[in-house]
Nanobody, 119 residues
Framework: QVQLVESGGGLVQAGGSLRLSCAAS????????MGWVRQAPGKEREFVTA????????LYARSVKGRFTISRDNAKNLLYLQLSSLKPDDTAVYYC????????????WGQGTLVTVSS
């Protein structure tokens, strides 16, 4: 059974930084592209960023490009998201998941990790 466990969220002031982690188990981690999405209160879940199986290619939503950095450690089955220059609009629950080549999510969502950015 695939498990995705996000961690690293918290309360941070605008302009601050956080590093999120996603621990994956029950899958051959390096065989999957991975990504992060987020869901702000009262809003739909939205794409944030994705990374290829090897980590050599990345894709970012326009709203986070230049501020967020996705990375992965296939040896440790870990996915990361470095958040910098945070804005109050970045407040959301952040989730990780595996993706197919069309961007479809492949597994059940984890509990997510809450990021709250104060102004």
């Amino acid at each position: 059974q695939v498990q995705l466990v996000e961690s690293g969220g918290g309360l941070v002031q605008a302009g601050g930084s956080l590093r999120l982690s996603c621990a994956a188990s029950g899958l051959t981690f390096g065989a999957y592209a991975m990504g992060w999405v987020r869901q702000a209160p009262g809003k739909e879940r939205e794409f944030v960023t994705a990374i290829s199986r090897s980590g050599g290619s990345t894709l970012y939503a326009r709203s986070v490009k230049g501020r967020f950095t996705i990375s992965r450690d296939n040896a440790k089955n870990l996915l990361y998201l470095q958040l910098s220059s945070l804005k109050p609009d970045d407040t959301a629950v952040y989730y990780c998941n595996a993706r197919d080549y069309e961007g479809n999510v492949l597994f059940a969502w984890g509990q997510g990790t809450l990021v709250t950015v104060s102004s």
